[in-house]
């Protein structure tokens, strides 16, 4: 399956940004699909997951209850729309698909990924 990743930008601290990940060659449905980031120098962490079947999610600390991740079975995608945005949360996003449908917080897990949409958050 690839993935193609979308929707990253400048924005300004508490404003919003929606992220989109397409899968094509396969669709998603029997797989968790997350959502990562990677800020210069650090390594990279896990932001949101959601089990395409039954649609579970789970979140990271740092973004409960500011991001929400959704699914589009039609489209075959997987979103990420971004509330109250902090300069911290600035990062290269990434979207990645597990070849399962349990979900997992950790990059090892996962076994297709997009090639990343930078996010900016100014403070």
């Known amino acids: 399956v690839q993935l193609q990743a979308s929707g990253g930008g400048l924005v300004q601290a508490g404003g919003s940004l929606r992220l989109s990940c397409a899968a094509s060659?396969?669709?998603?449905?029997?797989?968790?699909v997350g959502w990562f980031r990677q800020a210069p120098g650090k390594e990279r962490e896990f932001v949101a997951a959601?089990?395409?079947?039954?649609?579970?999610?789970v979140y990271a600390d740092s973004v409960k209850g500011r991001f929400t991740i959704s699914r589009d079975n039609a489209k075959n995608t997987v979103s990420l729309q971004m509330n109250s945005l902090k300069p911290e949360d600035t990062a290269v996003y990434y979207c990645?698909?597990?070849?399962?449908?349990?979900?997992?917080?950790?990059?090892?897990?996962?076994?297709?990924w997009g090639q990343g949409t930078q996010v900016t958050v100014s403070s």
């Open positions: 990645a698909a597990s070849n399962t449908i349990r979900i997992f917080t950790t990059p090892i897990k996962y076994d297709y």
């Open positions: 060659g396969r669709t998603f449905s029997a797989y968790a």
């Open positions: 959601i089990r395409w079947s039954g649609g579970t999610t």
